[in-house]
């Protein structure tokens, strides 16, 4: 038997305890052949002392009463030889983590379960699971995935599998419940309320899926409208802009020829004292010159020559006058700052109120407007037409230079209400 096991012809599964997945320990053949560990077949039969028979847990085979175990010698030498040293054993198998189930068969390191089983209510490692897929006894046995709570499966009050349904009360119940509690109430299979439940979840699905699709389109006809109103908003930022540029360049333009005027009315008069300034100037060297004269005059020693040269000089010691420095420019620079003053309030005044109607006409003709948002685009002017400004100009400057021609007509002044040319002689 040594040289068997120390060429290696026996596997180590055939040493291993279906009970506790380990190496036999004392280990115990009962009447159906199948061997475990003396403490494990044990403690797997004391379990079973309410039910009154005891079962192999590989072939399910029941003996009653109890059968006597004892210690199998052979075995015993045929592991201990197994295990001498210098023979390798490997004892890596998945033990339990956390949030694994157990397997249930186990008694020696919990390890990891494999499959669950609905009929026996217990969790199964991969070694313990053998029976259920080897034995013809296991083949109605309705194998999932490791149930944590499997155990709780059992009714409670007579400790059988719940396998039916109360609609009634809406809870699991067992077949010995069906003759008391619930008799007369609503009860189906397990695989009954499935298919019904399955149904109801089908079309729970199938209204969520037509909600969903009328959400979606609800949701892209919202996109669109936002598209629309964010275009909209954007033409009529940029009309708004352009006609106040527009505003903005014929003011421009008003300006340019107010301050040409004031300009060449000052010219004129700087003129005028430039001249003046310079007859003065004449005026004064010649005073000089006759001044000087008089002096060498008054001087002369020789009378005859005195009163001869002052004969001369009587007649030739006329100076002509310098004419005086006449202007109103100081009335028209009054009147023209006056003029821009209370036109430039009057166009404040005028944006103002055209504001405030035009955004109140607005908001009562939203909800009327809205269907057709797109189509919006605005015309309205907030000033006064550009021409009424030039007018209300040429009516305040006018004194600027004196008596002003009649106004030309508007389409002779601007030939483009975008894009104003003020002229000089508009004002």
């Not at 379990?47 to 192999?56: E, I, L, P, R, T």
């Not at 003996?63 to 490997?90: A, M, Q, S, W």
């Not at 004129?268 to 310079?278: F, T």
């Amino acid at each position: 038997m040594a040289s068997t096991l120390s060429n290696g012809r026996i596997s180590r599964e055939k040493l291993i305890c279906a009970i506790c997945l380990e190496v036999f320990n004392n280990p115990a053949t009962i009447p159906c052949g199948h061997n475990f560990c003396l403490e494990c077949i044990g403690r797997f039969w004391d379990q079973q002392f309410n039910v009154g028979a005891y079962s192999c847990p590989q072939c399910r085979e029941s003996f009653i009463p109890r059968p006597t175990l004892h210690r199998n010698t052979i075995v015993c030498d045929i592991v201990e030889d197994f295990l001498k040293p210098g023979t390798k054993i490997d004892n890596t198998r998945p033990l339990a983590g956390p949030g694994d189930v157990s397997c249930d068969f186990c008694t020696s390191g919990q390890l990891k379960a494999e499959r669950s089983c609905l009929v026996c209510l217990a969790s199964y490692c991969e070694e313990h699971l053998k029976p259920h897929r080897d034995s013809a006894a296991f083949q109605d046995h309705s194998l999932t995935d490791p149930v944590p709570d499997i155990k709780e499966r059992k009714c409670k009050l007579h400790r059988k599998h719940l396998e039916l349904f109360c609609r009634t009360d809406k809870t699991f119940i067992c077949c010995v419940c069906t003759t008391n509690e619930h008799r007369k109430h609503e009860v189906v299979t397990l695989d009954e309320e499935v298919q019904s439940r399955k149904k109801e979840l089908y079309l729970t699905d199938y209204e969520m899926e037509k909600q969903l699709q009328g959400s979606l389109l609800e949701i892209g006809t919202l996109q669109e409208n936002i598209d629309s109103i964010m275009r909209t908003s954007q033409k009529v930022e940029l009309e708004i802009a352009d006609k106040f540029s527009a505003m903005t360049e014929a003011i421009e333009e008003a300006l340019k020829v107010v301050i040409g005027l004031i300009e060449r009315e000052q010219q004129a008069v700087l003129n005028q004292a430039s001249s003046i300034r310079s007859q003065l100037e004449q005026k004064c060297t010649e005073l000089r010159e006759k001044k000087l004269q008089l002096e060498i005059l008054a001087n002369k020693s020789d009378h005859f020559k005195f009163v001869q040269e002052s004969l001369c000089f009587s007649t030739s010691s006329e100076v002509h006058d310098v004419p005086q420095l006449k202007s109103d420019l100081h009335s028209k620079l009054a009147r023209a700052s006056e003029a821009a003053t209370e036109l430039s309030t009057q166009v404040k005044e005028c944006l103002h109120r055209a504001m405030k109607r035009k955004l109140k006409s607005t908001e009562t003709r939203g909800n009327e407007k809205a269907a057709r948002s797109s189509d919006v685009s605005p015309r309205t002017s907030l000033l006064p037409p550009e021409p009424k400004i030039r007018k209300e100009l040429l009516h305040f400057l006018s004194p600027l230079d004196g008596a002003a021609a009649p106004p030309r007509p508007v389409s002779q002044v601007c030939s483009s209400r975008r894009h104003c040319r003020c002229h000089e002689a508009d004002f």
